[in-house]
């Protein structure tokens, strides 16, 4: 089995080098590295070049502005039977390419989506690692057991080549790529299996500026993608987990604004109770993922609550009633990071 790497890469100078070391020094070393620079304006050429022994890199005519041109552009080079998307702000656990490996044997795998753990740097960064934990051993694992993973992450996924080139095209109509994959490969039933021991480290945003866009396009293109792939909910299991996702989500959101002003005592109780519930998720996430940080994490993340409801309701509002896609890809800020 042939597996190959595929990297986009767009003015990412301060976490470049210790994304490519991470993927050199896999226990089950890649057949192919292949990573596209974005027309990028910073050092990351020089740094690409630095490596040119090792892996292979080839740069767009002009920067496309978004992920999924870049992709689409690195899919020409790839020759793997299998193929691993990451990102360029991301390092991989040294066995990710064994675990990708091992899940592939089953020839009735069309994909594989993998643990993705946020790099540790402030309260922000906090608040994203507690949401992975709740959302990837809680939710994802039942996801796993019912046949129906969501969203395969952009930073830790593995594809089947043949499969992804016949029944994927790239559409450049949403701003999350990954969630557009994963709809077409459950449209034709092909089997998504999630494997947390594939574990990848990635850079979120570090300010609340970077936070709140970088939600904006995961909203957005969560409306996007729902809209677009209205078919899938005929499935059952679907259906109950979109409408968990989504309806829930527009009914939640907006009870947490409208409760204040009918009845602001109603509203200190739930916000007591939500802390309540977050506190007990914490100290299970604090053993869970062994890091004590997240006992503390409970009361930035009841705040980050309102944040997120209020991005939410903006982009159903823009993307689903007043129908305003938006299309631009927004890239957070880096932050310097070192080798794992």
């Not at 070393?29 to 292949?34: A, P």
């Amino acid at each position: 089995m042939k597996i190959s790497l595929l990297v986009p890469c767009f003015n990412e100078e301060k976490a470049l080098e210790a994304c490519i070391n991470s993927c050199l020094n896999q226990t089950r070393q890649f057949d192919e590295l292949v990573f596209v620079d974005d027309s990028s304006t910073d050092r990351t050429p020089e740094i690409l070049a630095r490596y040119a022994d090792k892996i292979i890199v080839r740069r767009t005519l002009k920067n496309s502005g978004n992920k999924s041109h870049a992709q689409e552009f690195g899919m020409q080079f790839i020759n793997g039977d299998i193929f691993v998307t990451t990102d360029a702000d991301t390092m991989l656990e040294r066995n990710f390419a064994r675990e990708i490996e091992k899940d592939f044997q089953d020839p009735n795998v069309a994909a594989v989506a993998g643990y993705v753990r946020s790099l540790p740097y402030n309260w922000l960064t906090l608040c994203r690692a507690f949401d992975y934990v709740v959302g990837q051993d809680l939710h994802k694992l039942a996801q796993g057991y019912m046949n129906y993973i969501f969203v395969m992450p952009g930073a830790a996924s593995a594809f089947r080549t043949e499969i992804f080139r016949r029944e994927i095209t790239f559409d450049h109509d949403t701003i999350t790529e990954d969630l557009d994959f994963t709809y077409k490969l459950h449209r034709k039933n092909f089997k998504i299996i999630y494997n947390r021991q594939a574990i990848s480290y990635t850079q979120d945003p570090t300010t609340l500026k970077s936070y709140i866009n970088q939600m904006r396009r995961w909203y957005g293109g969560g409306w996007q993608n729902l809209m677009k792939h209205l078919g899938v909910i005929s499935h059952p299991v679907r259906a109950l987990e979109l409408s968990l996702i989504y309806i829930e989500g527009v009914v939640f959101s907006a009870m947490i604004f409208i409760i204040p002003v009918l009845n602001p005592w109603l509203a200190l109780k739930f916000i007591i109770g939500y802390l309540a519930v977050a506190i007990l998720f914490g100290i299970w996430a604090a053993w869970k993922a062994e890091r004590l940080a997240f006992l503390l994490v409970p009361f930035p993340h009841t705040l980050l609550v309102f944040v997120n409801a209020a991005i939410f309701l903006e982009q159903f509002f823009k993307e689903v009633v007043l129908r305003r896609k938006n299309l631009i890809w927004f890239k957070p800020e880096r932050v310097q990071i070192k080798n794992i």
